[in-house]
């Protein structure tokens, strides 16, 4: 198995819709692993061109209760990926999604929600 960290910095909220029970965010995700076949000699890190993600492994990681998502695309997909000479790849995307979120509105306007934001990947 590959061990892969992971970060995620909440950049905003932009929506809560209390019809819809969800909420809409845009989050920025880091993912990190090593794939030895990538190790390379020297000491600087390459950053490549987010395109070049279809010919390497990644992650699949996905947002649990995801109604829709959407990658940053504008003039290029807004992802990084930057490998270091031990083979370590820096995976980073920006995201916006609207995700589930089930809201007991029965004490209102004195209520109080509690909204998650999930993520797992698949074992392939």
């Not at 920025?28 to 000491?43: A, I």
């Not at 992802?79 to 370590?88: E, F, V």
Request: proline share 3%; aromatic share 8%; glycine share 4%.
């Amino acid at each position: 198995p590959v061990s892969v960290g992971m970060s995620m910095d909440i950049a905003s909220i932009d929506t809560i819709s209390e019809i819809n029970m969800d909420y809409t965010a845009t989050i920025f995700l880091r993912q990190r692993w090593t794939d030895e076949r990538l190790c390379f000699d020297g000491n600087k890190s390459l950053s490549l061109d987010g395109r070049l993600v279809e010919m390497l492994w990644v992650p699949d990681t996905f947002i649990v209760d995801s109604k829709r998502s959407f990658l940053h695309d504008v003039t290029v997909e807004n992802r990084l990926i930057r490998i270091y000479p031990n083979g370590t790849v820096l995976y980073a995307i920006r995201i916006t999604t609207t995700v589930s979120c089930n809201m007991d509105l029965t004490k209102y306007p004195m209520d109080k929600q509690t909204c998650t934001l999930q993520l797992e990947s698949c074992k392939t």
